[in-house]
């Protein structure tokens, strides 16, 4: 079936470092995919999509390029800040599956001053 | 944006007893809503997919006469957890689906953490 697969965290780096995260998904379709971050104690926000291979989505420093042929998603800052630190999850959402977002396990991400 | 809130936002209570959780889309209407449940450190698991109107889908091994879904309006579903176990404790958080441009949108809301001694 349809998954997702991040990185294992915790991601720890200092401010101002530059970030990658990878994903990777497996679909049997043309999904649209997703970065959503959770801050502490707080629900998911989106933070960026692409619904089509080779588009680049992208907000707040963040990037995420769709790569059909490496099937992969992987999130990137220039530089990071203290205030992006957060869960991280990766998620895909399949063209027929009625708006079903399947999301990767997160990646904490902590960012040190 | 598009604004999901729910409530409690947390929860304790004996075991037995059965708890309600409300998710509202507070300014735009929503034919769709989803429950989630995140354990700690890992991701969310879809439960059940709730539709305004109608009876709610769940997931494979999810069990609908304990996770009670009631979507009785276009902005509010709620989960009713019954008979809670201490098993069942778990953070729930809800999304709400708004549409605009052509394209769906899942907004969540900021979760119920839910304890049960």
């Known amino acids: 079936g349809d998954s997702v697969t991040q990185m294992e965290g915790p991601v720890t780096l200092s401010e101002e470092a530059f970030l990658t995260i990878n994903c990777t998904y497996t679909?049997?379709?043309?999904?649209?995919l997703f970065w959503y971050v959770q801050y502490p104690g707080e629900g998911l926000q989106l933070l960026l999509k692409a619904t089509k291979a080779d588009d680049k989505g992208s907000n707040k420093g963040f990037e995420a390029t769709y790569r059909k042929e490496t099937t992969s998603f992987h999130l990137e800052k220039g530089s990071v800040q203290v205030s992006d630190s957060a869960v991280y999850f990766c998620?895909?959402?399949?063209?027929?599956?009625?708006?079903?977002?399947?999301f990767g396990a997160g990646t904490r991400l902590a960012v040190h001053p | 944006g598009a604004v999901v809130s729910q409530h409690p936002s947390r929860v304790i209570c004996k075991s037995g007893t059965s708890v309600k959780i409300e998710c509202r889309s507070l300014d735009f209407q929503a034919t769709t809503m989803f429950w989630y449940r995140q354990f700690p450190k890992q991701s969310l698991m879809l439960m059940a997919t709730?539709?305004?109107?109608?009876?709610?889908?769940?997931e494979q091994g999810v069990e609908k006469d304990k996770f009670l879904i009631n979507h009785a309006s276009l902005t509010l579903s709620t989960l009713t957890v019954t008979s809670a176990h201490p098993e069942d404790s778990s953070f729930y958080i809800c999304?709400?689906?708004?549409?605009?441009?052509?394209?769906?949108?899942?907004?969540f809301g900021p979760g119920t953490r839910l304890t049960v001694l």
């Open positions: 679909a049997t379709g043309y999904p649209s």
């Open positions: 998620a895909l959402r399949f063209s027929g599956g009625y708006n079903k977002l399947i």
């Open positions: 999304s709400a689906i708004f549409s605009s441009g052509g394209w769906d949108t899942q907004y």
């Open positions: 709730s539709n305004e109107g109608s009876k709610a889908t769940y």
